[in-house]
């Protein structure tokens, strides 16, 4: 072990956990406090979904969906993950929403919250690999002849550039722990370079953007060849809708945080470190967000012009106020926070896919669950989660519902899907606090008023981003939604409820015992 803090005693501790929920010690413990902050601060990455969604505010509501919605965002999230660190304490294992899914409810609820974040997962790799593609399109396109519109184009970046994570990944936690750690210290110091940046290329610091407020939404945007096109925002007369929807911005932002938890078998002094780690994560990337669009808000050179601009607009405002010369420098430390993101989000997938599996869970589990006795990594689920994410970016890319693509649909689903992931595990954690149902308590324990706090505000929450995120033109996310939930209850008692048996509990994982050590042995654990 790297830490020389972490002694034998402490391995033994976290080791012990494990095995009193029924797992072995397969994957390798190399993960240091920081590390486990850092995957996921490098999937919340500021530098990707905090530009990439930009014109969720700037040509929504104007500046006061950064002055106060970027905070009011954030703090939707933020319960979230206090909520969720209470239970991860408890239960620090991998793919942990779904472990506490089945213990805190049943196997039904533990299944059902398993699909959720996995197809959340999935997506939002794709996601974040689309975005890099358009930021990648958007800064160096024209100097190497790229279409940002071509589908083919964007979806060899997306596989090349998966591919690439994958691999990494494939080779062990410790490289991967290693370029997640470098990925922290770059987010910080980019976006420290950034701030300073836009404020010295700023015109004048006017304070009043902050509250600055217009409901863009109706107005018409600029198309590639700078002609107008209808806007694709969200039309509304209602100032209140347009800044509601404008907290997609953060919201969009401010997820993938559940990495902390999925990685629980990897990190030293898991039950301390895992929750500290996200709720750092959360607030860290809140507060440097906030920062640098306050900061890039003085940077525009006009608010109402920058409403035409569309997904450009970052593009746009750095072109016009800051030298080429340092325009370029920000592009490449952007592009490469933005593939450290899409890297930390393999891990996070094939982990959840890992675990999923080692139950029964998945198709192919038995491929699915094993670890390589050389890396300690999950093989076969990481590749699967790398494919699934490059597949499903194709096949989105190429199908339009209406006249909005599949892939816009399916990724405003995506985030639904991600937070009612962690809403079911919250809400289980709620009910089941101080009965026999939750037997274990965390070394990070809230108390249970402060608790049943946050998971109720997590619960109105849930609410909030459900109904903000089937808003036209993504109406299509309700039924898209509603229709993955008819059709994994129909898939549950059709064929899972009799197959599918959950985690191991009670005398299961008394019987165990004889398989962990050996699984143990495979991987030269013992």
């Known amino acids: 072990m790297n830490d020389k803090s972490y002694t034998d005693s402490d391995h033994a501790e976290d080791v012990n956990i494990l095995h009193s929920m029924g797992y072995a010690q397969e994957l390798e413990r190399r993960m240091s406090r920081f590390s486990n902050f850092a995957i996921s601060f490098s999937i919340i990455c500021i530098l990707s979904g905090g530009i990439n969604s930009l014109n969720q505010v700037t040509d929504g509501i104007g500046g006061i969906g950064i002055g106060l919605g970027w905070p009011v965002g954030c703090l939707i999230s933020g319960v979230f993950a206090i909520a969720m660190a209470q239970?991860?304490?408890?239960?620090?294992?991998?793919?942990?929403?779904?472990?506490?899914?089945?213990?805190?409810?049943?196997?039904?609820?533990?299944?059902?919250?398993?699909?959720?974040n996995l197809i959340g997962l999935i997506t939002v790799l794709g996601a974040i690999n689309v975005g890099t593609w358009n930021f990648f399109a958007g800064a160096f396109g024209a100097q190497l002849g790229l279409d940002a519109t071509s589908v083919t184009q964007q979806t060899i970046f997306v596989a090349v550039i998966t591919a690439v994570q994958a691999l990494v990944n494939h080779f062990g936690i410790r490289l991967t722990a290693l370029l997640t750690d470098f990925s922290g210290y770059l987010i910080f110091a980019a976006t420290i370079v950034l701030i300073v940046a836009f404020l010295a290329g700023a015109e004048h610091w006017d304070i009043s953007r902050l509250w600055h407020s217009a409901n863009y939404t109706g107005q018409p945007t600029l198309d590639g060849n700078n002609e107008l096109k209808a806007d694709p925002t969200w039309p509304t007369a209602s100032p209140i809708w347009a800044f509601l929807l404008g907290l997609l911005l953060p919201i969009y932002t401010i997820t993938g945080y559940d990495a902390s938890a999925h990685t629980s078998e990897e990190t030293l002094k898991a039950s301390d470190s895992v929750p500290r780690a996200m709720i750092g994560s959360v607030l860290w990337s809140s507060l440097f967000g906030w920062a640098m669009l306050i900061a890039f808000l003085f940077l525009i050179p006009n608010l109402d012009d920058a409403a035409k601009q569309g997904g450009n607009v970052f593009f746009w405002a750095l072109s016009a106020r800051l030298h080429p010369a340092v325009v370029m420098i920000l592009y490449i430390a952007i592009f490469i926070s933005q593939w450290l993101c899409g890297l930390a989000t393999v891990t996070s997938a094939s982990r959840m896919i890992f675990a999923f599996s080692r139950d029964g869970g998945l198709p192919g589990s038995s491929v699915l669950s094993k670890v390589s006795s050389t890396t300690r990594s999950p093989v076969a689920a990481i590749w699967t989660a790398a494919i699934s994410s490059v597949l499903f970016v194709w096949f989105a890319s190429l199908v339009n519902i209406g006249n909005t693509s599949a892939y816009t649909i399916v990724v405003s689903c995506t985030v639904i899907f991600l937070f009612l992931s962690f809403t079911i595990p919250i809400t289980l954690g709620m009910l089941a606090y101080g009965t026999k149902k939750w037997d274990r308590k965390g070394t990070w324990d809230l108390g249970g008023g402060l608790f049943k706090l946050v998971c109720a505000l997590s619960i109105l929450s849930m609410v909030l981003i459900f109904i903000i995120g089937v808003q036209p033109p993504n109406d299509w996310a309700l039924y898209i939604t509603v229709g993955f939930l008819v059709l994994t209850i129909i898939i549950w008692f059709a064929f899972e409820n009799r197959r599918f048996k959950g985690p191991p509990i009670g005398v299961e994982v008394e019987q165990r015992q004889a398989t962990i050590t050996l699984a143990e042995e495979s991987v030269g654990e013992i």
């Not at 991860?88 to 398993?114: C, E, K, V």
């Open 87 to 116: 239970i991860s304490s408890a239960y620090p294992t991998a793919g942990g929403l779904y472990h506490w899914g089945s213990i805190l409810g049943n196997r039904f609820t533990g299944w059902l919250t398993a699909w959720f």
